[in-house]
């Protein structure tokens, strides 16, 4: 990078956290830290529940993901925009009433401690194990494609997140994911439009549209009811429901941002916000991705994107093979850039075929590729696709605006850590410290606890981002990890909610017996199954289950 872009990431980064840090310095009592003084307007909110979800990953492996497969990914947000109003119906009135710190007390006051408890654990692993990939995502491809040393990375971007989210708690986590935000919405229109101007004489927005369309990266919907595609309407509108419901309704990173909202009116329109703009936002993303792939159509490109593995397998016995592929490659594109420039002059169903007959060769290369670099190295990911869009950024963005882009990335990195890393010690704090904490505790005691936690689960996060190993997409992997905890945290909550009748012990073994469950399709019956209806799974079975055990043991007791 040049020295532009050097002074506006490191500008961008730092007025960013100093103003977080700065806003919030009078934090002094539980309430103003871990709900923000509950005077939260609703476009913060709104800002805050989006940058929390929209990490990194979401700017990094996005656009790679739709390189690679297209925009049927968007079907994954389908079930958000009813699930935000459920939340908003059901979930916030009761919050808002019982004046909760996190989701889980409510589940107390309605079964038992057992409950609330286990509740809290499915949460703190999910969201622990996340805060530590939505580090380490970043960090890797960063390191890969600036050169800097991963460890050195992952903990850059970790100790920026803990500053200002130990010293001013969930104020200062919402006040700067509202910045963060914005720089990444402009980041991203800004890519968007420098992608156009940079197409060839000739390709504009609609014969891009075109040429995806030919290749298969336009089909946004697909109807078929096979249980082993991930993406499919069917799957996107009931398990993304479930998985949404979970998410914005028990998931305490997304309900804390809302909980510091100034009256439910507030709170609801901070989520809604969301539900409009969410799935516009996430097709704007895939819909970049896929002009990167059309730019590249006519670019010349490595057959892969991820340079290091390059260097890897050409320092191996492996090269001379993957000399030969890259021989190949660059055959094939100089034959495919032919065919695209042949199609926009007279488009006909041939020359479509003939493209899309193109794609599958140039994927089957890429995959030959990927082989030769997992024989090189067994642990090098074979994925590509979530160096892709960086690869862009570094090699055709303008001085300073490289800078910004990076800046976007990091941002995105720090406003999800940020949100998960406040949640996770305020469930740790008020679920479990307070909760079997045998002594009473001021409020000024409180406050140092939190901050104490904080610290804790930012180093920990940290800790398991140097550890971490990943081999799937990443955008991929933070939804897989969700999948399998989160249908069982709804059922308990619906369950609550809906079962009237349903005592502790009937919901406390139906969650256990349904995350069993769910466990057992996650480690045996991936390919059986898509990830997505693990939510509708694990949801249901703790609904449906609790819901017979309760009569079987109503049964039982009347017989006594």
């Given at each position: 990078?040049?020295?532009?872009?050097?002074?506006?990431?490191?500008?961008?980064?730092?007025?960013?956290?100093?103003?977080?840090?700065?806003?919030?310095?009078?934090?002094?009592?539980?309430?103003?830290?871990?709900?923000?003084?509950?005077?939260?307007?609703?476009?913060?909110?709104?800002?805050?529940?989006?940058?929390?979800?929209?990490?990194?990953?979401?700017?990094?492996?996005?656009?790679?993901?739709?390189?690679?497969?297209?925009?049927?990914?968007?079907?994954?947000?389908?079930?958000?925009?009813?699930?935000?109003?459920?939340?908003?119906?059901?979930?916030?009135?009761?919050?808002?009433?019982?004046?909760?710190?996190?989701?889980?007390?409510?589940?107390?006051?309605?079964?038992?401690?057992?409950?609330?408890?286990?509740?809290?654990?499915?949460?703190?692993?999910?969201?622990?194990?996340?805060?530590?990939?939505?580090?380490?995502?970043?960090?890797?491809?960063?390191?890969?494609?600036?050169?800097?040393?991963?460890?050195?990375?992952?903990?850059?971007?970790?100790?920026?997140?803990?500053?200002?989210?130990?010293?001013?708690?969930?104020?200062?986590?919402?006040?700067?994911?509202?910045?963060?935000?914005?720089?990444?919405?402009?980041?991203?229109?800004i890519a968007f439009f420098i992608l156009l101007d940079k197409m060839p004489e000739g390709v504009g927005l609609f014969e891009a549209l075109d040429i995806a369309g030919a290749a298969g990266r336009m089909d946004v919907i697909e109807f078929s009811f096979d249980l082993d595609k991930r993406y499919t309407f069917w799957s996107g509108i009931t398990g993304g429901l479930f998985l949404a419901l979970s998410y914005f309704g028990t998931d305490q990173s997304q309900v804390q941002r809302y909980l510091s909202g100034k009256s439910i009116t507030e709170m609801r329109m901070g989520l809604l916000f969301n539900a409009v703009l969410k799935i516009p936002m996430q097709f704007?993303?895939?819909?970049?991705?896929?002009?990167?792939?059309?730019?590249?159509?006519?670019?010349?490109?490595?057959?892969?994107?991820?340079?290091?593995?390059?260097?890897?397998?050409?320092?191996?016995?492996?090269?001379?093979?993957?000399?030969?592929?890259?021989?190949?490659?660059?055959?094939?594109?100089?034959?495919?850039?032919?065919?695209?420039?042949?199609?926009?002059?007279?488009?006909?169903?041939?020359?479509?075929?003939?493209?899309?007959?193109?794609?599958?060769?140039?994927?089957?290369?890429?995959?030959?590729?990927?082989?030769?670099?997992?024989?090189?190295?067994?642990?090098?990911?074979?994925?590509?696709?979530?160096?892709?869009?960086?690869?862009?950024?570094?090699?055709?963005?303008?001085?300073?605006?490289?800078?910004?882009?990076?800046?976007?990335?990091?941002?995105?990195?720090?406003?999800?850590?940020?949100?998960?890393?406040?949640?996770?010690?305020?469930?740790?704090?008020?679920?479990?410290?307070?909760?079997?904490?045998?002594?009473?505790?001021?409020?000024?005691?409180?406050?140092?606890?939190?901050?104490?936690?904080?610290?804790?689960?930012?180093?920990?996060?940290?800790?398991?981002?140097?550890?971490?190993?990943?081999?799937?997409?990443?955008?991929?992997?933070?939804?897989?990890?969700?999948?399998?905890?989160?249908?069982?945290?709804?059922?308990?909550?619906?369950?609550?909610?809906?079962?009237?009748?349903?005592?502790?012990?009937?919901?406390?073994?139906?969650?256990?017996?349904?995350?069993?469950?769910?466990?057992?399709?996650?480690?045996?019956?991936?390919?059986?199954?898509?990830?997505?209806?693990?939510?509708?799974?694990?949801?249901?079975?703790?609904?449906?289950?609790?819901?017979?055990?309760?009569?079987?043991?109503?049964?039982?007791?009347?017989?006594?």
């Amino acid at each position: 990078m040049s020295i532009l872009d050097w002074l506006v990431l490191a500008s961008t980064l730092l007025l960013i956290v100093g103003y977080g840090t700065w806003k919030t310095r009078n934090s002094k009592d539980l309430e103003g830290y871990l709900k923000g003084g509950s005077d939260m307007k609703w476009l913060t909110i709104g800002l805050s529940v989006m940058a929390t979800q929209a990490s990194a990953i979401t700017f990094i492996s996005t656009p790679g993901q739709a390189y690679e497969s297209g925009m049927g990914f968007v079907q994954n947000y389908f079930g958000m925009p009813l699930a935000i109003i459920i939340v908003c119906a059901v979930f916030i009135p009761i919050y808002y009433k019982l004046k909760v710190y996190t989701a889980y007390e409510f589940l107390e006051q309605r079964f038992d401690v057992r409950v609330r408890l286990f509740t809290a654990t499915l949460f703190l692993i999910s969201r622990g194990l996340a805060a530590g990939i939505t580090i380490y995502a970043p960090a890797i491809i960063l390191s890969v494609m600036l050169g800097w040393e991963l460890n050195i990375t992952i903990i850059l971007v970790g100790f920026l997140v803990i500053v200002y989210t130990v010293s001013g708690g969930t104020k200062a986590v919402s006040l700067t994911q509202k910045w963060q935000m914005s720089v990444i919405l402009v980041g991203m229109g800004i890519a968007f439009f420098i992608l156009l101007d940079k197409m060839p004489e000739g390709v504009g927005l609609f014969e891009a549209l075109d040429i995806a369309g030919a290749a298969g990266r336009m089909d946004v919907i697909e109807f078929s009811f096979d249980l082993d595609k991930r993406y499919t309407f069917w799957s996107g509108i009931t398990g993304g429901l479930f998985l949404a419901l979970s998410y914005f309704g028990t998931d305490q990173s997304q309900v804390q941002r809302y909980l510091s909202g100034k009256s439910i009116t507030e709170m609801r329109m901070g989520l809604l916000f969301n539900a409009v703009l969410k799935i516009p936002m996430q097709f704007m993303i895939l819909l970049t991705g896929v002009l990167v792939f059309v730019f590249y159509q006519f670019e010349k490109h490595p057959v892969l994107f991820n340079h290091v593995a390059i260097e890897q397998v050409n320092n191996s016995a492996y090269q001379p093979e993957f000399e030969k592929i890259e021989s190949q490659h660059a055959q094939f594109q100089a034959e495919n850039k032919e065919l695209l420039m042949s199609h926009l002059n007279q488009p006909t169903m041939a020359s479509k075929e003939a493209i899309l007959a193109n794609d599958l060769k140039g994927k089957a290369l890429k995959q030959e590729a990927r082989e030769m670099v997992l024989k090189a190295n067994p642990d090098q990911s074979g994925k590509d696709s979530d160096y892709v869009f960086l690869t862009f950024i570094m090699n055709y963005l303008p001085k300073g605006l490289v800078g910004l882009l990076i800046a976007v990335i990091i941002s995105a990195a720090m406003s999800s850590t940020s949100g998960e890393i406040n949640a996770l010690a305020s469930t740790t704090m008020i679920d479990f410290y307070k909760r079997l904490g045998k002594k009473e505790l001021t409020d000024q005691q409180m406050v140092t606890s939190s901050k104490w936690l904080t610290l804790a689960w930012g180093i920990l996060a940290i800790g398991f981002a140097l550890f971490a190993q990943l081999a799937e997409n990443l955008i991929e992997a933070v939804n897989i990890l969700g999948s399998v905890f989160y249908g069982t945290i709804l059922g308990v909550f619906l369950t609550a909610f809906f079962l009237k009748h349903v005592k502790a012990n009937a919901v406390f073994v139906a969650a256990i017996l349904a995350q069993t469950c769910v466990f057992i399709l996650f480690f045996y019956f991936q390919k059986e199954v898509g990830y997505l209806w693990y939510n509708f799974i694990g949801c249901g079975l703790v609904f449906v289950g609790a819901a017979f055990l309760q009569v079987g043991m109503m049964g039982l007791e009347r017989r006594r």
